[in-house]
């Protein structure tokens, strides 16, 4: 009995005596001070070009141009008044706002329909299909300028921005039916059974079942369809050389000079710009974990 009892492996032997994970009272001070010393230098590192960017867009009319800090004693929204009532800006915001919101809805739907389709089904050149959405994720933006322009003005789809649409949803949709099968792999397929059992067809157990469930990978695919069209600026200098067509990433172009920066002009319209980038990221920050880490791992 005591030698069983001595092989044994009880609370107190060998098979639990492994070490406990440090635990936060554990850290010695100077550690803590390293530690909490590095966070807030990358943190200050990380801020300085956001907050020079809001503080230089405050100075007054030229005020960049001094050395003295005139923007914490007199502050002036001179320069967003000067974007807003003596630039095309406005113009530029539109149609930005057009092509972006364009973009993200018309590649959700293509990302998330193909994703699922290459998730769910396998048809004559499955393999060829998930081939191309990664060899198409291969070329640069440079290379695919020339191909396009002549696609685009073969189509008569030049200085329109239905064309810039589709010239960012060839980005967008590859990486982002990719990301969406991965997610969709996640899903058990006995869902879908269960809702075809139910009497709903293919498609109505994709769109009433499974996309419900797939909230955070949409996320993530909107918001990367969004700001691929946001601040985009090779394909929309190329496809729109009409200056009632331009965007935003070809206007800001315009303060800048081979000679001279109208800085004021410059950093008031690139906080303007940042202001629906930023709400568009807090609306979807919930789901860009669950979704960015969706498929990483075997279940």
Sequence with gaps: MSSVTAGSAGPTGPAVSAKRPRRR?????????LLHGTLLGAVAVSLFPIVWLVLTSLKPRDGWLSSELEFFNQPSLDNYTRVLTETQFPTWLLNSVIVAGLTTIIGVFLASTTGYAISRFRFPGHRGVMWMLLITQMFPVAILIVPLYNLMAGLGLLNQ????VIAYMTVAVPFCAW?????????????????????????????????PLARPSLAVTAFYCFMTAWGEVAYATVFMSQEEKRTLGIGLQQFVGQHWSDWGLLTASAVLIAVPAAIVFLLVQRHLVAGLTAGATKS
């Design 25 to 33: 009272e554990d850290r010695s001070v100077g550690r803590s001070i």
């Design 161 to 164: 921005l239905a064309g810039l």
């Design 179 to 211: 990301m969406m099968k991965s997610y969709f792999d996640s899903i058990p397929r006995e869902i879908d059974q269960a809702g075809m059992v139910d009497g709903l067809t293919p498609f109505g157990t994709f769109w009433r079942v499974i996309l």
